[in-house]
T-cell receptor, first 108, second 111 residues
Framework: GESVGLHLPTLSVQEGDNSIINCAYSNSASDYFIWYKQESGKGPQFIIDIRSNMDKRQGQRVTVLLNKTVKHLSLQIAATQPGDSAVYFCAEPLKFYFGSGTKLNVKP | NAGVMQNPRHLVRRRGQEARLRCSPM?????VYWYRQLPEEGLKFMVY????????ESGMPKERFSAEFPKEGPSILRIQQVVRGDSAAYFC?????????FGPGTRLTVL
């Protein structure tokens, strides 16, 4: 699928809560995904990646889940902090596809 | 190891002028990618280059836009005869293989 020009969905969470951000993809042959974080006025920053031979990968406070059956990715952020406020998007870098993103607002 | 560098960070042009955006990849990276981002939207792929070669330009508009990555020096994205619709943030990324590292972007404003 291609990135489409939609207004970003927004997720508001309370500081300290867990956040879950979702992403769907269309190509069942997709085999490598990255989650990026983009703060206002800055370039995208790598958070975590996952290959299709895995269904879960954990980093520091972040977990990515991959469900190949329904072609769905999620990014879980534990104990969300104000510094986590940003736009998050999934990407299939090998196909140059970047999702339109979700804006995460963390309320103190 | 410095990250991906882009300049200028902000560029203002009048309609009809030319815009030149530069990208210096990370040291050792031979792959460069250009993306365009409109406000509140995701990244749209434009072009993928290796040194002296355009590998994939399927996202480049057919007219007025060109890109190069010479043997020496930065990659250049050139937009001729800019129009207001070209106003956007243009991001460059570089990679050694799969993972792309992004620069801070150039914000182009066309008056």
């Amino acid at each position: 699928g291609e990135s489409v020009g939609l207004h970003l969905p927004t997720l508001s969470v309370q500081e300290g809560d867990n956040s879950i951000i979702n992403c769907a993809y269309s190509n069942s042959a997709s085999d490598y995904f990255i989650w990026y974080k983009q703060e206002s006025g800055k370039g995208p920053q790598f958070i975590i990646d996952i290959r299709s031979n895995m269904d879960k990968r954990q980093g520091q406070r972040v977990t990515v889940l991959l469900n190949k059956t329904v072609k769905h990715l999620s990014l879980q952020i534990a104990a969300t902090q104000p510094g986590d406020s940003a736009v998050y998007f999934c990407a299939e870098p090998l196909k140059f596809y970047f999702g339109s993103g979700t804006k995460l607002n963390v309320k103190p | 190891n410095a990250g991906v560098m882009q300049n200028p960070r902000h560029l203002v042009r009048r309609r009809g002028q030319e815009a030149r955006l530069r990208c210096s990849p990370m040291k050792g990276h031979s792959h460069v990618y250009w993306y365009r981002q409109l406000p509140e939207e995701g990244l749209k792929f434009m072009v993928y280059l290796q040194k002296e070669n355009i590998i994939d330009e399927s996202g480049m508009p057919k007219e007025r836009f060109s890109a190069e990555f010479p043997k020496e020096g930065p990659s250049i994205l050139r937009i001729q005869q800019v129009v207001r619709g070209d106003s956007a943030a243009y991001f460059c990324a570089s990679s050694p293989t799969n993972e792309q590292f992004f620069g801070p972007g150039t914000r182009l404003t066309v008056l």
